[in-house]
Each structure stands twice: as C-alpha cells, then as structure tokens.
T-cell receptor, first 113, second 109 residues
C-alpha cells in the first residue's frame, strides 16, 4: 500500500530536549516536505527536499533541521524544542515537484512543555 | 509573497444541496493548485490537482476550476452528503506550497 508514515504520532517533551520525528514514504517520490498546522494559521511549510541531499527552507524553518540521506526518509529534527513549536506536524511526498499530488502522512502531535 | 484566501470559513448546508467553495491567491505564477480534504484529527487527502495549464478537473461529484489570470479557484460539490462534512483546503504551488485556512463544511442529514 502506498503510504507516508510518521513516527511518533504523539509526543510530549520538555523544552530543550532534542527530538526527531521520522518520515518515510514507499512510493519512490523525489519530493518530500514538512508542514506544521496551527489553529488560525493553517498549514505552513517548514522545509522541503527536491531529492536526495537537496533541501530548502519553506515558510517557517526557524528552530528546525532536516536531512535527506535516502530517498525514502526525511526526518525532522528539533535541536532545542521550545513551547512555540507545540503543533501538529505533517510530512508529505510527491513525484517531481509540480507534476503530481502530494500524499500526506497521518500527522504527529507534538507538545513542548 | 503568495497569499491564499478561502471563503467562506465555515458553511452548513442541508443534504442534497449543491455548493461552491472559493479559493483566491495573489501570485498567478503557480505550478498547480490542489484541493484537499481534512477530517478532524487526521491528515490531508488530495481531492483534485489542477496544473497551471488546465482550467478544470473533475472527480465524481467534485469539480474544481482554475482561473490563473484572476487568481481564483472554485470547488463545486454536487448533491452534498453528510459524509462530505470535513475541512476543505486549497493549496497553491509556487516554489513552496501555500495553503488557505480552509472551509469547514457541515452537511446536515
């Protein structure tokens, strides 16, 4: 089954404790991206990757890091989480940018205390 | 900077009604425009994708149109059903993806 998986689905952590949210897709997609969704602000893009070893900033990259060492994986790293990063995070993937719909993961609900 | 606006923010209709959701954007230099559905607490499901060279796309009871010159797209839902109740998001693809805030649709039996 074609899918985008994220782990963990729910996470409660404390300020400053490094964490990684994993994202994996099994559709051999070149393009992957991360979004956060906040009430009243909608979905905003954090980072995206056009292919392996190619990443770029989205709308709200501050406080986040990403890497794309393999085509299928695109982890989101919060080196020093802060309460304002409490949010619902989505990973998505698609074929070459602009040509196909994006497939979204189920979301990761992160709470930073 | 691309801005995407969706009107109305919320809509409640009786079952069986035809309805139109609106999306407007400020920068017409887009690769494509997509409509998504989001159920509470869930991820996004793609409904329709319209490439920049296309005017409309249809899938079942859904029809989406795109007018790049005016920066507008509409999602038409025919014969609405309670199962259509969800939040509908439009997103435009420039160099990054920009989403509207969504329209929360409730279809009453």
């Amino acid at each position: 089954e074609a899918q985008v998986t994220q782990n963990p689905r729910y996470l409660i952590t404390v300020t400053g404790k490094k964490l990684t949210v994993t994202c994996s897709q099994n559709m051999n997609h070149e393009y992957m991206s991360w979004y956060r969704q906040d009430p009243g602000l909608g979905l905003r893009q954090i980072y995206y990757s056009m292919n392996v070893e190619v990443t770029d900033k989205g709308d709200v990259p501050e406080g986040y890091k990403v890497s794309r060492k393999e085509k299928r994986n695109f982890p989101l790293i919060l080196e020093s989480p802060s309460p304002n990063q409490t949010s619902l995070y989505f990973c998505a993937s698609s074929s070459p940018k602009g040509t196909d719909t994006q497939y979204f993961g189920p979301g990761t609900r992160l709470t930073v205390l | 900077k691309q801005e995407v606006t969706q009107i109305p923010a919320a809509l409640s209709v009786p079952e069986g009604e035809n309805l139109v959701l609106n999306c407007s954007f400020t920068d017409s230099a887009i690769y494509n425009l997509q409509w998504f559905r989001q159920d509470p607490g869930k991820g996004l499901t793609s409904l329709l994708l319209i490439q920049s060279s296309q005017r409309e796309q249809t899938s079942g009871r859904l029809n989406a149109s795109l007018d790049k010159s005016s920066g507008r797209s509409t999602l038409y839902i025919a014969a609405s059903q309670p199962g259509d109740s969800a939040t509908y998001l439009c997103a435009v693809d420039n160099n990054d993806m920009r989403f509207g805030a969504g329209t929360r649709l409730t279809v009453k039996p």
